[in-house]
């Protein structure tokens, strides 16, 4: 049983790291971080990719992932509620400002795309 609940957490860390690595990609790349000079986004990248995978491989709560996040539920709710079309025309220039939970958003676009990558394999 053990044994088990550490590969489950193992796989659920893999699938985050995999998560937040395609989200800097969403964004081009480590790079292009510099030319946003928000460097505050890297811990909250971080921090919607595990509440993605969390809320879709674990069924967590919203509740049981803030608490295994440390962070609040409302936190968890705006990253789940983002609009990831909004934040995807914001990163391309297309609107200039946006309400929406950015992170939330681009750990939504990088979650989709790697779970697509794995559907294809």
Do not use: C
């Not at 030319?35 to 986004?41: H, P, V």
């Not at 609040?72 to 789940?80: D, F, G, K, Q």
């Amino acid at each position: 049983m053990i044994e088990t609940v550490k590969k489950h957490t193992r796989d659920i860390d893999m699938l985050a790291e995999e998560v937040f690595m395609e989200a800097l990609k969403l964004v081009g790349g480590l790079r292009s971080l510099i030319q946003y000079r928000n460097l505050t986004w890297l811990p909250s990248l971080a921090e919607a990719a595990y509440v993605m995978v969390l809320k879709n491989e674990s069924m967590l709560t919203n509740n049981e992932i803030a608490e295994k996040l440390g962070i609040t539920a409302n936190t968890v709710r705006n990253i789940l509620n983002a609009d990831e079309e909004e934040v995807d025309r914001y990163l391309r220039g297309e609107v200039e400002n946006t309400s929406e939970h950015i992170a939330g958003g681009i750990a939504k676009l990088a979650y989709r795309r790697v779970r697509e990558k794995t559907e294809t394999e």
